[in-house]
């Protein structure tokens, strides 16, 4: 693993002075957990369980982050998840490698990150993010109590049960008139509320991203060995 966090490195600053996707002062970030299907044996400590997907409900598990900016994307780190990893201890380990490459604007995270301590974690970091709320009870007693208005914000919205954090929470309609939930630390007038369909949309596509990276890039294995599987998968985000 650190040969490969060298070679991002190289590549990283190879195309940071030849690309003007990144040499823009600040540049946006979105994190994501990419999973590969797996179909052997069930007792490797890095196969995690989840939601069936693809015949399985077992994977091998990256967390990464790319830069997403107009479409495109740019993968600047991908750590491979045990299944007794700690998800706020992988992503402050990169964070820490993430910041001194690239000024963050805003990062962005789906779901799977809702959690208090890792949005206290991003807090600690001084980043700015946005973040689809999970709809627990709480949640959708506020958008029944929302329906006569297209916008809404309620600060300092508290989060968790034994450890604590606070947010805004954004309820806001979209284009179809349904209202959608994002928790943010930032604040935004209620009027602009609804660019956070298109600046949290810049992280979409980043799953075709790595379908392609499997098409065009990776090489084809039946190999049950998690260090073949680990390799090609790095190698794939590299080329």
């Known amino acids: 693993m650190a040969k490969f966090i060298s070679i991002f490195d190289i590549i990283f600053n190879f195309a940071k002075q030849n690309y003007k996707l990144l040499n823009r002062r600040k540049v946006n970030i979105a994190y994501d957990i990419h999973k590969l299907p797996y179909y052997g044996d069930k007792n490797d400590p890095y196969i995690v369980e989840g939601k069936p997907e693809?015949?399985?409900?077992?994977?091998?598990?990256?967390?990464?982050?790319?830069?997403?900016?107009?479409?495109?994307r740019f993968t600047i780190d991908a750590i491979p998840i045990h299944k007794f990893d700690n998800l706020s201890g992988l992503l402050d380990e990169s964070l820490i490698r993430v910041k001194p490459k690239v000024k963050i604007d805003q990062a962005y995270f789906d779901r799977g990150f809702d959690r208090a301590k890792i949005i206290n974690l991003i807090k600690s970091h001084?980043?700015?993010?946005?973040?689809?709320?999970?709809?627990?009870?709480?949640?959708?007693?506020?958008?029944?109590?929302?329906?006569?208005?297209?916008?809404?914000?309620?600060?300092?919205?508290?989060?968790?049960?034994?450890e604590k954090a606070t947010v805004n929470l954004i309820l806001v309609d979209d284009e179809e008139g349904i209202k959608r939930a994002f928790i943010t630390n930032f604040d935004i007038p209620v009027q602009l509320t609804h660019y956070l369909y298109s600046w949290y949309g810049k992280r979409w596509g980043i799953e075709t991203a790595y379908r392609q990276f499997d098409h065009d890039f990776k090489a084809r294995t039946t190999s049950k060995n998690y260090h073949i599987r680990l390799f090609y998968f790095l190698f794939s985000v590299c080329l």
């Open 54 to 72: 693809r015949g399985t409900t077992h994977f091998y598990q990256f967390l990464t982050c790319s830069i997403v900016i107009a479409g495109q």
């Open 126 to 162: 001084r980043i700015k993010f946005i973040m689809p709320k999970i709809r627990k009870e709480t949640i959708k007693a506020y958008l029944r109590k929302s329906e006569d208005c297209s916008a809404r914000i309620i600060n300092d919205f508290e989060i968790g049960k034994n």
